[in-house]
């Protein structure tokens, strides 16, 4: 079954960076579009960040523009997030979802990584 | 102001029929085909339960559907029962500007 297994979580200072990855199993990773999308604690679902399956087809959430890089490896079958200038408002739990047509984006998730941004 | 706003909570009894609204603003009405909704509950991954407006993926249950009118996305439970006990999230296509939106998110407390 469609798999989804983030990792790469876990505590910076601001200003930091960290990367993290999303390794996609279960189904033919090169097919699809992919998304990051976060939760702060307490809070609701945010959009961050789409990949198209050409690779290079990019959207970002303003919150993030210039900061985020979403990239995808087909052959590791492995979707991307690095993060640079990290602030404390980007502490939250990071999911990765797999997107299955422009009306449905967001028909499998990961069970995410979390990512502290504290001094 | 998000573009998309929920109530924070909505209850009901077993048995009965709860309403949650998504309500949009001029950003995302346009694109209301692609209004989805989403189940989360506590320390899991969302679940997607409808798409494109009123569409269930296969193994959802049939007690979820889904509406719109003008700027109001609805998602509908009835037969409520103790598992619907989650948080819902509504999301909508914002345009080339916003992308993806999402609501705030409704508790839902089954009594």
């Known amino acids: 079954q469609v798999q989804l297994v983030e990792s790469g979580g876990g505590v910076v200072q601001p200003g930091g960076s960290l990367r993290l990855s999303c390794a996609a199993s279960?189904?033919?990773?090169?097919?699809?579009?992919m998304h990051w999308v976060r939760q702060a604690p307490g809070r609701g679902l945010e959009w961050v960040t789409f990949?198209?399956?050409?690779?290079?087809?990019?959207f970002y959430a303003d919150s993030v523009m210039g900061r985020f890089t979403i990239s995808r490896d087909n052959s590791k079958n492995t979707l991307y997030l690095q993060m640079h200038s990290l602030r404390e408002e980007d502490t939250a739990l990071y999911f990765c979802?797999?997107?299955?047509?422009?009306?449905?984006?967001?028909?499998?998730w990961g069970q995410g990584a979390l990512v502290t941004v504290s001094s | 102001q998000s573009a998309l706003t929920q109530p924070a909570s909505v209850s009901g009894s077993p048995g009965q029929s709860i309403t949650i609204s998504c309500v949009g603003t001029?950003?995302?009405?346009?694109?209301?085909?692609?209004v989805s909704w989403y189940q989360q509950h506590p320390g899991k991954a969302p679940k997607v339960i409808i798409y494109?407006?009123?569409k269930r993926p296969s193994g959802v249950s049939n007690r979820f559907s889904g509406s719109t009118s003008g700027n109001t996305a609805s998602l509908t439970i009835s037969g409520l029962q103790a598992e619907d006990e989650a948080d819902y999230h509504c999301?909508?296509?914002?345009?080339?500007?916003?992308?993806?939106?999402f609501g705030g998110g409704t508790k839902v407390t089954v009594l």
């Open positions: 979802a797999r997107e299955t047509s422009p009306t449905t984006p967001f028909d499998s």
């Open positions: 279960g189904f033919t990773f090169s097919n699809f579009a």
């Open positions: 990949l198209h399956v050409d690779g290079r087809t990019q």
């Open positions: 001029s950003s995302v009405v346009g694109n209301y085909h692609t």
């Open positions: 494109e407006i009123n």
């Open positions: 999301c909508a296509h914002g345009g080339s500007r916003l992308h993806w939106v």
